[in-house]
């Protein structure tokens, strides 16, 4: 049988895409032209790889033993594709990081935006999201999350100190409300919440105790997936807000927010930048681990 590796090439892209569109413009071609292909490799083999239906795709049995057989190692070819940049003059190729949009502002872009201007042949690609994206099935080369909650198998670099959550509230809700001792009070108050991507739950304030966790589920009338929304809120006057306290740093200093409850809000181990320990670093990926890496 003659082989067609484009074909498996689009093949494992739509298996991990889980959508002929998203692989279509992966791809960079038509999705009718890739469902062709599709079809072609399916003829070839003589066996359905892929179960279509108008609104989802999903693998066959023999469809998920081809993408286990071969899926690493197109992704080890194209490692290696990329590590023949060592032999030019400049490092190139595309590094793809999946993390917070707060984290992507305030850290990972002021850090590599001069490399570059140093490295024009580098991309950077960023999927900015609080959820939890598997690097390795999702093709990425890093994530970026909290310290103590990355999987021990991966490598984690620190590109950030410690972090405290602060929860705080404009003057004016001060004004209208006693401001609460401790956490407990919270309960009586118009608290700002904010939905968990990854759980679909609401997250739930934690504070420390005397070196131990202090959990209070609060309540209030809004309730955002994002920070940011979470920030004007609290500027608004509509309630007390509970973020990461670099969220709300400039404002604390100018006076716009009252920082309330500080003295239970303990450090905790901040951003990491991680990867999968058996992936061998591209030079345009090693420039990015230098660059991000604490000094």
């Known amino acids: 049988m003659k082989r067609n590796y484009n074909d498996l090439i689009s093949f494992v892209t739509v298996a991990r895409e889980g959508s002929f569109t998203r692989a279509a413009a992966r791809l960079g071609v038509t999705q009718p ?7 072609g490799l399916e003829n070839r083999m003589q066996i359905r790889l892929l179960t279509r239906t108008t609104r ?3 693998l066959t049995t023999a469809g998920e033993r081809l993408l286990n057989a071969i899926g690493d190692r197109f992704d080890e070819i194209e490692t290696e594709l990329d590590n023949l940049t060592e032999l030019r003059d400049k490092p190139a190729g595309t590094v793809r990081i999946t993390c917070g949009p707060d984290v992507l502002r305030a850290t990972l872009l002021p850090r590599l935006l001069p490399l570059l201007r140093n490295y024009p042949d580098i991309t950077l690609e ?7 994206r598997n690097i390795v099935a999702d093709r990425f080369d890093a994530g970026v999350r909290l310290g103590d909650t990355i ?17 705080v509230a404009s003057p004016d809700y001060f ?7 401790t956490p407990h009070e919270l309960t009586q108050h118009q608290c700002i919440n ?10 739930v304030w934690d504070f420390d105790q005397d070196g131990g966790d202090l959990n209070v589920r609060v309540k209030g009338q809004l309730i955002f997936n994002t920070s940011e929304p979470v920030v004007h809120a609290a500027l608004a006057g509509a309630g ?7 969220e709300f740093a400039p404002h604390i200093e100018e006076g716009r ?13 901040g951003y990491y930048l991680y990867y999968p320990s058996r992936k061998q670093p591209s030079p345009a990926f090693s420039l990015v681990l230098e660059a991000l890496r604490l000094k």
């Open 33 to 39: 032209a890739l469902s062709q292909a599709i079809s």
């Open 56 to 58: 989802s795709i999903s």
């Open 126 to 132: 960023f999927d900015a999201n609080h959820g939890f």
């Open 151 to 167: 999987d021990k198998d991966m490598i984690a670099l620190p590109i950030g100190g410690p972090l405290r959550m602060a929860a």
């Open 175 to 181: 004004t209208r409300f006693p401001a609460p001792q």
């Open 194 to 203: 904010q939905r968990m991507v990854s759980s679909g739950g609401l997250y």
């Open 240 to 246: 007390i807000a509970f973020l990461p306290e670099e």
């Open 257 to 269: 927010l009252i920082r309330v409850l500080e003295a239970w809000c303990a450090p905790f181990p």
